[in-house]
C-alpha cells in the first residue's frame, strides 16, 4: 500500500502518548473512558490527492477547534531537526514497527520511501474514550484500510466521518503543484497520474469537499462536523 510523500506537520497538538504505544506487542488496548466524556465523539477522517491541501485544512481545523485532538502516527525514519517523539511522531525502531503490524495493532500502515508509518489503534480509541473529537490525516490507501477496520468494530464505525477533499480539475491541482516548486516536471505528471486514480475513488468517502479558499474550505468542514454531531444516532437525548 503506498502513501503520498509525509510533510512535517507543524499543528499543535497534545504531546501525552496513548497507553501502550511504546510498548511492543500493543493489543489496541486504550483507556478507560472518563467521566462525563462526550457520549459519541467523532473520527473525522480527511484524504485526499497529493496537493490538494489536506494539511492545511488539517492545520486549519485543529487551531479552529482545541477540542480536537491528531492522531499521532508512528513512524520508523529519524526524528529531524526540531520533531518530538510523542508530539510530530512516535518514533520506533523497524522491529518494533514490525512487532506491531503482526499484533494487528495499526488501523493502517505503509511503506514510504523506505519507511514505514502507521496509525495505532490505541492512539485513536485511547482519545475517542477521553471523548475528543480525533482528526487523521491520510491517503486513500489509508483511508480504504481503517474503513474495512470500522466495519469489523463497531466503537470506530460509530464515531468515523470519511471526507475527501480535492481541487475541482486535474488543471487546478497542477498548477498548485507547480506553484509549490518542489518537484521535477516527471515528478508532477506522476503525481497528476496517482492523483487521477484517486480522485476516481471519491464516492467511497461520506463527503465530498470541492476545494476553494482555504477560509472557505475550513467553513465546509467545519459544517460537515458539526452536521454530523447532530445525527440522532450520536446527540444527547432532551430530558423529559
Known sequence: MSRQRPVKDKMKVEAQKPPGAPKPGDGGKAEAPMKNATISPLLVL???????????????LLSARPDMARAITCTTREPRAGEKDGV???FLDADSFLTRVQAGNFLEHAKVY???????KSE???????????????????????RARAEEEAELKRA??????TPPSLAVLETRLKKRGTDSTAAIQKRLSEARQEI???????????????SED????QAVIEAEKM??????????
Open 124 to 146: 485513536v480509541l485511547g482519545k475517542l474514550r477521553q471523548g475528543k473529537d480525533v482528526l487523521l490525516n491520510v491517503d486513500v490507501q489509508g483511508a480504504a484500510a481503517i
Open 88 to 90: 510530530d511522531y512516535y
Open 160 to 165: 468515523l466521518v470519511s471526507v475527501f477533499l
Open 200 to 214: 476516481a475513488r471519491w464516492k467511497n468517502f461520506d463527503y465530498l469537499l470541492i476545494s476553494d479558499t482555504i
Open 114 to 120: 523506505g519507511h514505514s508509518y502507521g496509525t495505532l
Open 46 to 60: 480527511l484524504s485526499a490527492p497529493s496537493g490538494g491541501g489536506k494539511t492545511t485544512l488539517c492545520q486549519q
Open 231 to 240: 445525527r440522532s444516532a450520536r446527540a444527547v437525548p432532551p430530558e423529559l
Open 218 to 221: 475550513l467553513r465546509r468542514m
